[in-house]
C-alpha cells in the first residue's frame, strides 16, 4: 500500500511562508490529479489547490496569487508553497493523489497562523 506522507506545517506569523510536500512511499503508476486540500476547526474540507498531469492547475479563490501548487514526477511528491499567509488560512492541510484506479489521501499536517 503506498503511503503519503507530509511534511513542512508549523506556526507562522502572518504574513509568514511555508511549504508543504507530500511524497509518496513508492512510485505511483498513472497519476491523474494531485491536489491539497484543508479542514480548518469546525469547517467542512475544502480543496485548496490542485495540478493535473499535465500540469493545469486550480486554486481555490481564497487561495489565488498566494499559493502556488507544483510536483516532481520522478520523485512522485507535490508541493504546496503557502505566501502571505493569513490567520484564516489555519487549518490540517492533506495531500491527496487520483489515479486512474486509487485515491490516496496523506495523514495531514497542522499549519497554525498567529496574527
Known amino acids: 500500500q503506498v503511503q503519503l506522507v507530509e511534511s513542512g506545517g508549523g506556526l507562522v506569523q502572518s504574513g509568514g511562508s511555508l511549504r508543504l510536500s507530500c511524497a509518496a512511499s513508492r512510485s505511483i503508476i498513472g497519476i491523474r490529479t494531485m491536489g491539497w486540500y484543508r479542514r480548518a476547526p469546525g469547517e467542512k474540507r475544502e480543496l485548496v489547490a490542485s495540478?493535473?498531469?499535465?500540469?493545469?492547475?486550480s486554486y481555490a479563490n481564497s487561495v489565488k496569487g498566494r499559493f502556488t501548487i507544483s510536483r516532481d514526477n520522478a520523485n512522485n511528491t507535490v508541493y504546496l508553497q503557502m505566501n502571505s499567509l493569513k490567520p484564516e488560512d489555519t487549518a490540517v492541510y492533506y495531500c491527496?493523489?487520483?489515479?486512474?484506479?486509487?485515491?490516496?489521501w496523506g495523514q495531514g499536517t497542522l499549519v497554525t497562523v498567529s496574527s
Open positions: 491527496k493523489i487520483m489515479t486512474w484506479t486509487d485515491e490516496l
Open positions: 495540478i493535473t498531469s499535465g500540469d493545469s492547475t
